[in-house]
């Protein structure tokens, strides 16, 4: 029965689409999955179960929920994690796995600050803690340093430190090579040498195990890499990395981050970062449509190209059938396709069936299920198509222009021109930013416009008594209050209730300004702890998108309503005190708009509640903070 078949064990591509009464499963035995629990007798149960408030039997439940979390965890969801387990602690349940989980999390979804102050709550003490708690630190101290340089040189030396101790009770390369690293970021190069060639030690021919699977052989070339970097062997290092580079060679993302890495210490070393051009991360191409939708479908379609790259990472947008044309002729040549859509999967079959033809749905089919990765525009109506399609294609931009400005790749421009029986691919210059939504005004329908949405909470408000109210009314809010009369008009609705914030603004850039000001004024006023209250910790969620312009009948006001004001609302709860969390449409419009002023790294993937299903969301900073 697939419907009582747990979450844990599916494994779906994103933008897949299952026939009706067909379902596909694949299950890998050698992932630890929530069903692990079955065997000590404990039923298992899915993430959305347990995020819906399932309770087993109280004496079962924090395994089980460790359980499920672990398995979002080594799935790569750690914002799923994360909330699973804050759940858990809002119940009061707790244990060593749970506590671990918890502090874990947090780091990997960038709350760092949050994550130090729970590992000294959580934590066992100093002389208990193993290998993995005393790991989880050194990364803690790590990230710290690097993200804002807290602390300095000796910030770092003492991050190292923390890693050597979990060395001496578990010998790994992990954190060798962490601690080398990080003794040669703080000048202490000659202790960087010992730990580095410690590292190789330990690291032995795990990258050449046959049994081991492409991404830890990855990771063990990209370890030997740095610690030859370290230990002055160029040759070595650009052999290392020549061998990483025949493993997963479409994965942007974690060539990315191993490239970013190793350009930090070839800085630290004064070495040439053209060392490391034996890693090549695939290019970044943006394939920007000329012209308007094209509501006939070509008899016969035949896309011209000169010499494409053998892999690359394409952001495309689908708003009709000659885009499906040239993006079925771009699989065919192998390629990784990220799809920005204007409307859900399902409904652009069902247009595509109705509209062209039953052939030309299962085309559409076919297509999306062979996507890298699917991302659909929000909140609009079957009579928006041509605005629809609009910010699709600009969402697609800003998610290219998302991936390269981590600094790391090569970033291509092609434009698909129309021409006789097909369209042909032409190479462009990508200039630094693109006005988004050409024409735009004739497509937005009267009493409709796209607009920033804020949703924000006081994490731990209701540890306030009313003696407190006071307090915190007349100072937080009414300070809240002066930093939004300052945006002025650009500020089209505010609302509280409580402890709560919403607010929509006239553009995605003045909604991530406000986010952030009032997440800085907020954990400013709180840290002075001047106002006599307890820790407190506000909770951001931004969104882009659209939205109904009205009359609100109750107030007699201007008001704003729609289904994404809801969805905005239901990203808030999930995300960590102390962070902003915003959608992958407001990222995208950043990327564009604001490049210079907003950094969002994505987080990960949550389960909203009621029928909003599952979304990706970032974490956004200042770019002052951007780490080097």
């Given at each position: 029965d697939p419907d009582s078949m747990p979450e844990s064990l599916r494994r779906g591509v994103a933008g897949a689409v299952v026939p009706s009464g067909a379902a596909l499963f694949v299950i890998d035995p050698s992932r630890p999955t929530a069903t692990a629990t079955a065997a000590a007798g404990i039923e298992s149960r899915s993430h959305a179960d347990l995020a819906a408030g399932w309770q087993p039997a109280a004496e079962d439940e924090a395994l089980t929920v460790a359980q499920a979390a672990r398995c979002a965890l080594f799935e790569g969801n750690d914002l799923l994690?994360?909330?699973?387990?804050?759940?858990?602690?809002?119940?009061?349940?707790?244990?060593?796995?749970?506590?671990?989980?918890?502090?874990?999390?947090?780091?990997?979804?960038g709350s760092t600050e949050l994550a130090l102050r729970q590992y000294r709550d959580l934590a066992p003490p100093p002389p208990q803690r193993d290998a993995p708690w005393l790991t989880l630190l050194g990364r803690l101290q790590k990230d710290r340093v690097l993200q804002d340089g807290h602390g300095g040189a000796t910030a770092l030396v003492e991050a190292a430190q923390s890693y050597l101790s979990a060395l001496r009770l578990q010998p790994d390369s992990y954190p060798a090579i962490n601690?080398?690293?990080?003794?040669?970021?703080?000048?202490?190069?000659?202790?960087?040498?010992?730990?580095?060639?410690?590292?190789?030690?330990?690291?032995?021919?795990?990258?050449?195990?046959?049994?081991?699977?492409?991404?830890?052989?990855?990771?063990?070339?990209?370890?030997?890499?740095?610690?030859?970097?370290?230990?002055?062997?160029?040759?070595q290092a650009r052999d290392a990395l020549a061998l990483a580079d025949q493993l997963l060679p479409g994965d942007f993302w974690?060539?990315?981050?191993?490239?970013?890495?190793?350009?930090?210490?070839?800085?630290?070393?004064?070495?040439?970062?053209?060392?490391?051009?034996?890693?090549?991360?695939?290019?970044?191409?943006?394939?920007?449509?000329?012209?308007?939708?094209?509501?006939?479908?070509?008899?016969?379609?035949?896309?011209?190209?000169?010499?494409?790259?053998?892999?690359?990472?394409?952001?495309v947008s689908l708003g009709d059938v000659h885009d499906l044309c040239a993006i079925e002729a771009l699989l065919a040549r192998g390629q990784a396709l990220h799809a920005c859509l204007p409307f859900s999967a399902n409904a652009m079959i069902e247009y595509a069936h109705l509209g062209y033809g039953e052939h030309w749905g299962q085309r559409l089919e076919n297509c999306l299920g062979r996507l890298r990765r699917l991302t659909v525009a929000r909140g609009f109506l079957e009579s928006e198509r041509r605005w629809a399609a609009m910010e699709a294609r600009d969402c697609a931009v800003g998610l290219a222009h998302l991936a390269a400005h981590r600094g790391v790749g090569d970033f291509r421009v092609f434009d698909l021109v129309a021409r006789a029986g097909g369209a042909s691919l032409q190479a462009a210059v990508p200039p630094e930013a693109w006005p988004p939504g050409g024409g735009i005004a004739d497509a937005t329908p009267s009493g409709r416009r796209m607009v920033g949405l804020i949703f924000a909470d006081i994490a731990g408000f209701m540890r306030l008594d009313d003696p407190d109210l006071p307090a915190f009314w007349g100072g937080v809010m009414t300070d809240l209050g002066a930093l939004l009369d300052a945006y002025g008009e650009d500020v089209l609705l505010s609302q509280t209730w409580g402890d709560a914030l919403h607010v929509v603004t006239a553009s995605a850039a003045v909604a991530a300004d406000i986010a952030q000001a009032i997440q800085a004024l907020v954990q400013g006023l709180l840290d002075a702890d001047d106002r006599g209250l307890p820790r407190l910790d506000l909770r951001v969620a931004v969104h882009y998108a659209p939205a109904f312009e009205g009359q609100d009948p109750i107030q007699h006001a201007r008001t704003y309503y729609g289904t994404q004001l809801t969805f905005t609302a239901r990203i808030e709860p999930v995300t960590p005190p102390g962070q902003v969390y915003v959608t992958e449409a407001l990222a995208a419009r950043l990327a564009v708009e604001a490049p210079e002023r907003f950094v969002c790294d994505y987080v990960g993937e949550i389960q909203l509640a009621k029928r909003f299903g599952d979304y990706r969301v970032y974490a956004m900073r200042p770019a002052q903070s951007r780490a080097n």
């Amino acid at each position: 029965d697939p419907d009582s078949m747990p979450e844990s064990l599916r494994r779906g591509v994103a933008g897949a689409v299952v026939p009706s009464g067909a379902a596909l499963f694949v299950i890998d035995p050698s992932r630890p999955t929530a069903t692990a629990t079955a065997a000590a007798g404990i039923e298992s149960r899915s993430h959305a179960d347990l995020a819906a408030g399932w309770q087993p039997a109280a004496e079962d439940e924090a395994l089980t929920v460790a359980q499920a979390a672990r398995c979002a965890l080594f799935e790569g969801n750690d914002l799923l994690c994360n909330d699973l387990v804050y759940r858990a602690f809002e119940r009061g349940l707790n244990s060593p796995q749970l506590a671990w989980l918890r502090v874990q999390s947090l780091a990997n979804v960038g709350s760092t600050e949050l994550a130090l102050r729970q590992y000294r709550d959580l934590a066992p003490p100093p002389p208990q803690r193993d290998a993995p708690w005393l790991t989880l630190l050194g990364r803690l101290q790590k990230d710290r340093v690097l993200q804002d340089g807290h602390g300095g040189a000796t910030a770092l030396v003492e991050a190292a430190q923390s890693y050597l101790s979990a060395l001496r009770l578990q010998p790994d390369s992990y954190p060798a090579i962490n601690a080398a690293t990080l003794l040669v970021l703080a000048g202490e190069r000659e202790q960087g040498r010992r730990w580095a060639r410690q590292a190789l030690q330990l690291l032995g021919d795990a990258a050449s195990t046959g049994d081991r699977d492409a991404a830890d052989r990855y990771f063990a070339h990209a370890t030997a890499a740095e610690a030859y970097l370290i230990l002055d062997q160029p040759q070595q290092a650009r052999d290392a990395l020549a061998l990483a580079d025949q493993l997963l060679p479409g994965d942007f993302w974690r060539r990315q981050r191993t490239l970013r890495q190793l350009r930090r210490l070839c800085r630290s070393l004064d070495l040439d970062p053209a060392l490391l051009g034996g890693l090549r991360p695939p290019p970044l191409i943006v394939l920007r449509r000329a012209g308007d939708l094209i509501d006939e479908p070509p008899a016969a379609f035949e896309l011209v190209a000169d010499e494409l790259p053998a892999h690359a990472t394409w952001f495309v947008s689908l708003g009709d059938v000659h885009d499906l044309c040239a993006i079925e002729a771009l699989l065919a040549r192998g390629q990784a396709l990220h799809a920005c859509l204007p409307f859900s999967a399902n409904a652009m079959i069902e247009y595509a069936h109705l509209g062209y033809g039953e052939h030309w749905g299962q085309r559409l089919e076919n297509c999306l299920g062979r996507l890298r990765r699917l991302t659909v525009a929000r909140g609009f109506l079957e009579s928006e198509r041509r605005w629809a399609a609009m910010e699709a294609r600009d969402c697609a931009v800003g998610l290219a222009h998302l991936a390269a400005h981590r600094g790391v790749g090569d970033f291509r421009v092609f434009d698909l021109v129309a021409r006789a029986g097909g369209a042909s691919l032409q190479a462009a210059v990508p200039p630094e930013a693109w006005p988004p939504g050409g024409g735009i005004a004739d497509a937005t329908p009267s009493g409709r416009r796209m607009v920033g949405l804020i949703f924000a909470d006081i994490a731990g408000f209701m540890r306030l008594d009313d003696p407190d109210l006071p307090a915190f009314w007349g100072g937080v809010m009414t300070d809240l209050g002066a930093l939004l009369d300052a945006y002025g008009e650009d500020v089209l609705l505010s609302q509280t209730w409580g402890d709560a914030l919403h607010v929509v603004t006239a553009s995605a850039a003045v909604a991530a300004d406000i986010a952030q000001a009032i997440q800085a004024l907020v954990q400013g006023l709180l840290d002075a702890d001047d106002r006599g209250l307890p820790r407190l910790d506000l909770r951001v969620a931004v969104h882009y998108a659209p939205a109904f312009e009205g009359q609100d009948p109750i107030q007699h006001a201007r008001t704003y309503y729609g289904t994404q004001l809801t969805f905005t609302a239901r990203i808030e709860p999930v995300t960590p005190p102390g962070q902003v969390y915003v959608t992958e449409a407001l990222a995208a419009r950043l990327a564009v708009e604001a490049p210079e002023r907003f950094v969002c790294d994505y987080v990960g993937e949550i389960q909203l509640a009621k029928r909003f299903g599952d979304y990706r969301v970032y974490a956004m900073r200042p770019a002052q903070s951007r780490a080097n």
